[in-house]
T-cell receptor, first 114, second 114 residues
């Protein structure tokens, strides 16, 4: 069984401030982890993913995430928020044995304050 | 251009009137999946398919049917829609090897059942 918990359904940060979106996972086997972004009225787009290579993963638009097995976390960060980062962000988990069932968290809506 | 397409994008229907939402991908992916997105619940998997003629239930399959007669197409069928199936639906596809491949999402179908 696998699950994802995203702490904070809404996060607001000022433009230029650090963005931190939290994701904790539960998985009985080694996980693969993903962050997706959804802009208004659009589908989901992959930001970055962890598939057991480097634990610090860099993605598009300046985002990165660090896989911490001891904390079962995969938090998403960006050093300096931009207005265009306003969107909903989803963390998701699957497992490394080829089962492509992807389990999503409930999402975090990020608001950027000018 | 690699893409997942869904039709229709918007649909208003009445309770009990059968409908089909089509999904097609042009990336020769083995894996396809349907999700529904509801506020506060994130994305939940309805059905998935690992290849032609191979389908399986996801987390919320009740009231839905799927078929996979061709590799590129994965239609979602609501035989007798009910108001609780009002939602935003996404189709996704990915290759199965290596494990952890990115899932590509369609633009979504917004369904209202009256």
């Amino acid at each position: 069984a696998q699950s994802v918990t995203q702490l904070g359904s809404h996060v607001s940060v000022s433009e230029g401030a650090l963005v931190l979106l939290r994701c904790n996972y539960s998985s009985s086997v080694p996980p693969y982890l993903f962050w997706y972004v959804q802009y208004p009225n659009q589908g989901l787009q992959l930001l970055l993913k962890y598939t057991s290579a480097a634990t610090l993963v860099k993605g598009i638009n300046g985002f990165e995430a660090e896989f911490k097995k001891s904390e079962t976390s995969f938090h998403l960060t960006k050093p300096s928020a931009h207005m265009s980062d306003a969107a909903e962000y989803f963390c998701a988990v699957t497992n490394s044995f080829g089962n492509e069932k992807l389990t999503f968290g409930t999402g975090t809506r990020l608001t950027i304050i000018p | 251009e690699a893409q997942v397409t869904q039709n229709p994008r918007y649909l208003i229907t009445v309770t009990g009137k059968k409908l089909t939402v089509t999904c097609s991908q042009n990336m020769n992916h083995e894996y396809m999946s349907w999700y529904r997105q509801d506020p506060g619940l994130g994305l939940r998997q309805i059905y998935y398919s690992m290849n032609v003629e191979v389908t399986d239930k996801g987390d919320v399959p009740e009231g839905y049917k799927v078929s996979r007669k061709e590799k590129r197409n994965f239609p979602l069928i609501l035989e007798s829609p009910s108001p609780n199936q009002t939602s935003l639906y996404f189709c996704a596809s990915s290759s199965l090897r290596p494990p952890g491949e990115t899932q590509y999402f369609g633009p979504g179908t917004r369904l209202l059942v009256l």
